[in-house]
């Protein structure tokens, strides 16, 4: 019987094989048993704490929900005096800017006598042109203006002797003697001729030394030596008359009827820490329409550090008032125009919009929006919302 034979064979062989082991059928370890155990009393216990912190939590913010608002800080607003004032900008100006440059002739420089800074007299050169030229035609001239002056007395001395004989006999005729005193009035028109040629050469010698026109100091200098200049050329040389100083700037419109002719201005400029005392010596008469700007001028005294083109800032106190003052950190601004934000006694912000009057080193005065007794925030007033609940700190001093 071949198929029980192979049966046996089969089962022989499966009896052979060793037995199969138990999965993790050894015993573990007692001290990972107690780790295992420690480790899960620990999270229960975690757990267990965690839910009694959230239910007191709860507890406590339903028993006082204020105590979860935001905690800002509002001070009242307040009315303080302040001294009112108008402010501008603008720059330091020679009051009276006279350009120098060649009037008639053209020429080259040859000497300059001044630099920028000095002060100098009416008439004073400041450069002489080239004469090379001009020298030679003067001497010429009055040369022969001399010459023309020595024949007209030649002339006048021949008329008269011929005018003494005229009547004696067989003496000179009647038109001899006149010929003689024609000749002398020929000599006396050449002499005049003369005189005109050489007064123009001599004004056209004197222009060659450019003079400063009146007292003052010497603002700039574009002449060199060697450089040709002619008429239209530009200024070679720019005066302060005088060597007055003052300040030109713009004014807002609306400060404008404010100022007056005469009124104090403190002037500051870039670079210099003490300020410049002035007086408002004119408004403008004109608005611009484009910028709606008016010019004020401020004479100023005379000092080396006031160098025209300076930038400078003037301010002109225009009068007094008691107004709200804020922290400049507690104005805020956005498309709706300028507000802060208050905290009445309800605790709930509100919006409160505001018209700025200006600034002053305690804060930012309010024209309009605020009586003073109202509670504005003065901080952080960007991150709350209008009608959020809030809580204000006490102040600092109290106890």
Do not use: C
């Amino acid at each position: 019987m071949p198929h029980a034979d192979r049966a046996e064979v089969h089962v022989e062989a499966m009896s052979s094989l060793p037995p199969p082991r138990a999965f993790n059928s050894e015993p573990t370890p007692w001290f990972l048993r107690r780790g295992y155990l420690i480790a899960a009393a620990i999270v229960l216990v975690g757990v267990v704490a965690l839910v009694a912190l959230t239910r007191g939590g709860n507890k406590v913010a339903a028993q006082n929900p204020a105590d979860a608002a935001p905690l800002v800080t509002a001070l009242p607003a307040g009315r303080s005096p302040y001294t009112m004032t108008v402010s501008f900008t603008g720059a330091i100006v020679a009051r009276y800017d006279m350009p120098i440059g060649v009037d008639v002739d053209a020429g080259r420089i040859a000497a300059i006598l001044v630099e920028v800074g000095d002060h100098v007299r009416q008439g004073q050169v400041l450069a002489r042109l080239d004469t090379s030229v001009i020298a030679p035609q003067v001497a010429s001239l009055r040369a022969a203006l001399e010459q023309n002056k020595a024949e007209a007395k030649l002339a006048e001395a021949d008329y008269r002797r011929a005018a003494a004989i005229a009547g004696s006999v067989g003496a000179l005729s009647k038109e001899e003697v006149d010929k003689r005193q024609s000749t002398v009035a020929t000599s006396a028109a050449r002499v005049k001729a003369a005189e005109a040629q050489l007064a123009e050469a001599e004004a056209r010698l004197g222009r060659t030394a450019i003079r400063a026109p009146a007292d003052g100091v010497v603002l700039t200098r574009t002449a060199e030596v060697g450089q040709a200049v002619m008429p239209g050329s530009g200024p070679l040389f720019r005066l302060a008359r005088g060597g007055d100083i003052e300040m030109r700037a713009q004014v807002a419109e609306q400060d404008l009827p404010r100022l007056k002719v005469g009124q104090t201005a403190e002037v500051r400029v870039t670079g210099v820490a003490t300020p410049f005392t002035g007086k408002l010596r004119l408004l403008a008469a004109v608005i611009d329409p484009q910028t709606r700007l008016g010019e004020v001028r401020v004479t100023l005294p005379h000092d080396p550090n006031l160098r025209p083109g300076a930038f400078a800032r003037g301010e002109a106190r225009v009068g007094s008032d008691v107004r709200p003052i804020v922290p400049q950190t507690a104005l805020l601004s956005d498309t709706r125009g300028s507000y802060v934000l208050i905290v009445p006694e309800d605790g709930h912000v509100q919006r409160r919009e505001v018209h700025v009057g200006g600034a002053q080193p305690t804060g930012i005065v309010i024209d309009r929006g605020l009586d003073g007794n109202e509670r504005v925030v003065t901080t952080a007033g960007a991150f709350l919302h209008e009608g959020e609940f809030v809580r204000v700190a006490p102040p600092r001093d109290a106890t």
